[in-house]
């Protein structure tokens, strides 16, 4: 019984930790592109949203 209960707790971790990989990447991800879309349309707006100085 016990080792079934162990059994259900490491799969649940690591399911677990796989599916927040895959968000945490599917938003970082398209949060990117959007933003290399976004930087070929209009830079000047990108550059004030992440907040980019000239000088830099």
């Given at each position: 019984?016990?080792?079934q209960?162990?059994?259900?707790?490491?799969?649940?971790?690591?399911?677990?930790?796989?599916f927040?990989?895959?968000?945490?990447?599917?938003?970082f991800?398209?949060?990117?592109?959007t933003l290399?879309?976004?930087e070929?349309?209009?830079?000047?707006?990108?550059?004030?949203?992440?907040?980019?100085k000239?000088?830099?």
């Amino acid at each position: 019984m016990f080792t079934q209960v162990l059994g259900f707790f490491i799969f649940l971790f690591i399911f677990l930790m796989g599916f927040s990989m895959l968000l945490f990447l599917g938003l970082f991800v398209g949060y990117w592109l959007t933003l290399l879309g976004l930087e070929q349309v209009a830079p000047k707006l990108v550059y004030k949203m992440i907040g980019h100085k000239e000088g830099e």
